[in-house]
Structures are given as C-alpha cells and as structure tokens.
C-alpha cells in the first residue's frame, strides 16, 4: 500500500509538472502578459496535452525510475519520453483543432520546461538524500576516512552517500598524482602514512580500509597505523573473482586476522577445474570438517553429477547437508554417516554411490591428543586411508586425491608418522592400481578447529591469558579456501603417484598472531591480555618443513603449486608393515603399533625440543623453495 502511494505521488507530481510546462510555455510566448494571453485556447487544449503526455510517460516507463538512485539513464529516459511526448502533443492538438490559437513557440518552449521540471526535482531529491542537505540527521552520521582512492574506495564512497550512518569526509591514497583531488566531491587528503594526523584534523569517528586488493605486507602496515589512531576500523573483503562486484557498506567488516596474514588471491585455471569436476559422482571424506566442508562448498559450485559426504561426526554432517542443501538444491546431496575405519561401511558406500573423484580429508590432527593415543592415530589415520584407498581400486574411482601435512616431514610426532605412512601407501599403490592417487601436502589452515586462531579467540574474550608454547614457535598458515582450491588444482594436474607441495608463502611467528589477535580485538598485549608462554608440547616443532632433504622440488607451471620428487618403496615391505600395524591396532598393541610406526617412518624422531640452531636451518629451505620454482617442469610420473 505504501509503493503504492508513494507511486500514485510521483505519477500526480508529473502530471502537475506537465500542466505547468504547457502555462509556462505559452505564457512565455506572450512575455507572461495575462492580459494579452489567449487564455481559452490555452485551457481547452491542456486535457489533450496533460493525457498525451501522461501516455507517452507511462508508456516508456519513467514510474520504473527510483528518485532515490535517480541517474545518467533516468535523465536519458526523461529526455526521450519528453521529446516524444511534445512531437505527439502537436500531432493531437492538429488533428483536434488544427493547432488554431495555439503558439508555434509554445509548442517548441513547452519540452524544453517540461525536462527541467521533471529532471529538476528528481536531481534535487537525489543530492538531498546523498549528501543529506537540509537533513538535521546528517548531523549524527559518523565522519569516515577512506583508506584507498581506488575503484573499491570510490564505489564505497557512492554508497555512503546515500547512507544516514557515514559521511565520507575524505581519502588517503599513496599515489601523489590523486593527493589534492576530488572524487564524488570528497577531497584526497594526503598519503596513508599521515593517517593519526589527519584523523585529529577532521575529528575522524571511523577509518575504512578500501583495498581488496593490498598484500600481506602493506595491510599489516595500514592496521598498524589504524591501530595507533584507537578509532574504530573496518575493511572490505578481500578481492573478489568478478570485476563487476560493486563494494557497499554492507560489506564491511572488523579487521580479523585473514586479513593481515591472507595472501594475495589464488590464480586457478577455473575452466579445466570446471571441465574436470562437472558432472562427475564425488566423494569427500571427513566432509563435514574444516578442510572438507570447503571442498564440499567449492566442488558444488562446479556442478557435479552428485556430491557423496562421508563423515563420522553426525552434527558436522547434519550441518554441511543442510548449508548445501539451500545454496544447491538441484545437486543431489548424499550425507553419509560413517567411520573410515571400518572397511564394510566403506565398500558399502562405494558400491552404492561409485564415485568418480575421492578427496580424503577425513583424519586426526591433534597432536599432543594423538601423541598419547598412538592406536587410535594409526586405526585413523593409516588403516582409514588403506580402506578408503582399497576401495576407490575395486572399484574403479578415477582419482584418489589424499590430503596431507608438513607435519609428514621429518616427524617428530605421531600424527606426522600416520599421515607420512599414507603418504607413502597412497604414492606407492598407484603403481598397482588403475586408480591414480594424489596426494596434497600443506601446513596450517586459519581458523580450522582445533588450529590456534579459534583457541586464541576463545583466550581473548575470557580475558586472557594467551598461551604460546614457545616464544621463536614459527608456523606456515593459509586461508581455508586458498587451500581447498589449491587441492582441486592439484587434483586435475597429476596422473597418479605425485606429491604436489603447496606454497604457504613466509612463516609466522605464532607471538606475533598473538599480538595482532588481541590489538584486533581492541586491546594491548601484555597490559589487556597477558602472553605466557608455556612451553613445547610433546611432538611438537619449533617449526615445520614442507619437503625432506632429498625432496627436489619442480616446478608444476602453477606459481603455488609445487611437486615433490620423493622415493619410492618395495610395495611388499610396505604390504607386510600394513598388516603387521593392521593387527596390532586390533590387539591395541600400542608398543608394538610404536615400533611398527618408527620402523616404517625411520626419519621418525622423539625430540620433543628443538635445538635454537635448527631455526637456522629454516632460511636454506625457504631459498631451496624458491630455487625450485625455477626448475624446469618435467613428467611427474618419470619422479618416484
């Protein structure tokens, strides 16, 4: 009803501005003398202008026009529906009087009033709702500093201007050239390093950081400056897939910390990752974690035949089934309640469903947990992976696309022992099997559960303390769906027995997400919310490695993508650990499951402290990282 009225308001404005036009014209004609003015010829031709006109208006769909976010193409249709409009209004008054007593120059000065009074308005209502003139509640809108006079900064401006909450007051760019300009009348005030002054300058109430596009380095420099300013600050995502996505307020966001330690957008080849997954049955175990419920998301988006999710937790997969389901309802969902362990359900579901593609993502991680349950991190983690994988080979899966860590390199804990042993099972049965096996290897994902950025968080809002095992613990981390598209990248490059390494780009000092969680929370480290260290756990690392020694990397001709050239093992001796660990883990021999596990994984250490001196060791790896991106691609299955 109210649409309604405010539509029946905007139809009467127009007539009364026609009505108006046809006085105004042809008062002109006559110097607005009311004496010397033809007033009969003038109101009995004004029905048949008012209803020409008033046709010709609704005809070309000027009431579609929202005054509101009146604009170039509403001008536009102005101008046409009254240029057509004035040509029709002639042609009825001839053929209803011939025109007689009726001026020749009225009929050319009535379009030219007719636009102004119909335009005018609609400009005026526009720039008082943008620019809030004459509003007394622009007095309350909060003062904002754009961070980035770029594309995103000037489309989030437009829309602060139609918004009664923020006023843009002004930019701060780093390109001298814009410093001094005006982009939809708001000034560029300086570079973005003159932030805290400009800030008490113009008694700034809010910042927002407009660069979806910034590297890690120059946003962990703005939100340090931000930071110094103790004024709110937002930011807009991170840059989008699409160039006609159009930045708005309600996109903003609190800094987090993917945003500091994010990395510069994924470069895929979404054609072939499209042409290899669409229509395809696939399969995802542990689906309904961190790592999985991503790829569930990302694959369902690329329009499979159907989507297989196996998981043992019944919420997790309750929670998945029912996200899909509303985002995808025409791709047929399957929830599977199932351990991976038990080799019966596997074979069950593989035989109803036979899927073309695997990605194995179920397994355990928690390491100092997994460390005192040795039996349950083989069951897991190795004779989970051998069912599965069994089972893709009977029956016929194309790919079998296995998930691993960099705690798989020179483990110092169980849970890198059990994801190694996979890794070796699944590299060296490829050569067996029709099925190619692939396995992805990466180190952290941020915030998936029971990694440190959740923990950290839960600290924070108890109010602290923080606690960090150790003050040089250094750590590789990526975002959870960097990694989940990098892993379907990877699926579509190998044809079976690779070991493709992704790039985590440099380290971080697990103090220094530390600090950045808390100052992001609006607090200071060591005042607000104390860091205590407490020590390393057992099985744990001062750092984590992404190759072994004797792993030469080559390059894959994807920048994030690397292959690593391991050694390959007598699949006998590796058949005969298997059993032997098999029924150990049913006899819950956990002495004998440990010495199976450091047979089989010789490089297997009990360190539980690192020497200081194998940090250094970190800086030769990371140039043997880069150098390796240098080398020349070659046949992956020529390296075993």
């Not at 390093?193 to 596009?213: M, Q, R």
């Not at 019966?344 to 036979?354: P, S």
């Not at 960090?468 to 699926?491: C, K, N, W």
Request: proline share 5%; charged share 20%; glycine share 8%.
């Amino acid at each position: 009803m109210k649409k309604m009225n405010l539509r029946v308001s905007v139809v009467m404005h127009d007539i009364l501005m026609v009505s108006l036009a046809w006085v105004f014209a042809y008062s002109t004609r006559y110097n607005f003398n009311l004496y010397g003015i033809g007033w009969g010829p003038m109101i009995s031709s004004l029905p048949f202008v008012i209803f020409t006109q008033g046709l010709i208006l609704w005809w070309l769909k000027l009431y579609k026009g929202v005054w509101r976010f009146a604009s170039i193409p509403d001008l536009w249709n102005i101008l046409r529906s009254v240029v057509v409009g004035a040509l029709s209004v002639a042609a009825t008054l001839f053929l209803v009087n011939r025109l007689q007593g009726i001026p020749r120059a009225s009929l050319i000065l009535y379009p030219i009033f007719l636009i102004l009074l119909l335009g005018g308005p609609r400009l005026v209502y526009r720039m008082w709702k943008d620019h809030g003139l004459l509003n007394i509640n622009s007095l309350h809108r909060k003062r904002v500093l754009i961070i980035g006079a770029g594309r995103a900064g000037d489309m989030l401006a437009r829309d602060m201007l139609r918004d009664h909450d923020f006023m843009p007051i002004g930019y701060l760019d780093d390109q001298e050239k814009l410093v001094g300009a005006k982009m939809q009348g708001i000034p560029v005030l300086g570079a973005i390093n003159k932030l805290p002054e400009i800030v008490d300058k113009e008694e700034i109430d809010s910042i927002v950081i407009a660069i979806p596009s910034a590297s890690n380095s120059a946003m962990q420099k703005i939100v340090e400056l931000c930071e110094h300013t103790n004024i709110p600050f937002r930011t807009l995502p991170r840059m989008r897939g699409s160039a006609n996505h159009h930045p708005s307020v309600s996109e903003l966001k609190e800094v987090a910390i993917e945003d500091i330690l994010g990395r510069d957008p994924v470069s895929l080849d979404w054609k072939n990752i499209r042409n290899h997954y669409v229509g395809k049955t696939i399969l995802v175990s542990g689906g309904g974690g961190s790592i999985g419920s991503e790829l569930c998301r990302q694959i369902s988006r690329l329009g499979p035949a159907s989507l297989i999710i196996f998981d043992i937790s019944e919420y997790n997969l309750y929670s998945i089934q029912m996200e899909l389901g509303e985002k995808f309802p025409n791709i047929p969902i399957h929830a599977v309640l199932g351990d991976v362990c038990d080799d019966k359900a596997v074979e069950h579901m593989m035989g109803k469903y036979h899927p073309d593609i695997i990605f194995h993502a179920a397994a355990y991680k928690h390491v100092p947990m997994l460390q005192e349950q040795i039996r349950e991190a083989v069951y897991n983690n190795v004779m989970g992976t051998r069912n599965l994988a069994l089972a893709a080979d009977k029956f016929k899966c194309s790919t079998f696309i296995m998930i691993s860590t960099d705690k798989a390199v020179n483990p110092t804990n169980v849970m890198g022992a059990t994801k190694r042993s996979a890794e070796i099972f699944c590299q060296n049965f490829d050569a067996l099997s029709e099925t190619a096996f692939i396995t992805v290897r990466f180190g952290n994902v941020l915030g998936s559960a029971g990694s440190v950025v959740p923990l950290f968080q839960e600290q924070i809002a108890n109010g602290g303390p923080i606690t960090v095992t150790h003050p040089d613990i250094i750590r590789y981390f990526m975002t959870i769906p960097e990694a989940s598209q990098l892993i379907m990248q990877s699926g579509i490059m190998g044809d079976g027995g690779e070991i493709y390494v992704l790039e985590m780009g440099e380290p971080v000092k697990i103090t220094y997400l530390a600090e950045q969680m808390i100052r992001l929370s609006g607090k200071k480290p060591g005042e607000d919310i104390e860091i205590v260290y407490t020590g390393l756990r057992p099985g744990e690392k001062l750092y984590e490695e992404l190759f072994y020694k004797d792993e030469s990397l080559l390059d894959t001709g994807h920048s994030k993508i690397l292959l690593a050239n391991s050694r390959k093992s007598d699949w006998k001796y590796i058949e005969e650990m298997m059993n032997k660990m098999s029924v150990a883990c049913i006899e819950f021999n956990e002495k004998e499951i440990k010495s199976l596990l450091k047979e089989f994984i010789p490089e297997m250490s009990d360190t539980k402290v690192q020497s200081k001196k194998q940090l250094d060791l970190l800086e030769p790896r990371e140039k043997k990282l880069a150098t390796s991106k240098k080398e020349t691609a070659t046949n992956p299955r020529t390296f075993h």
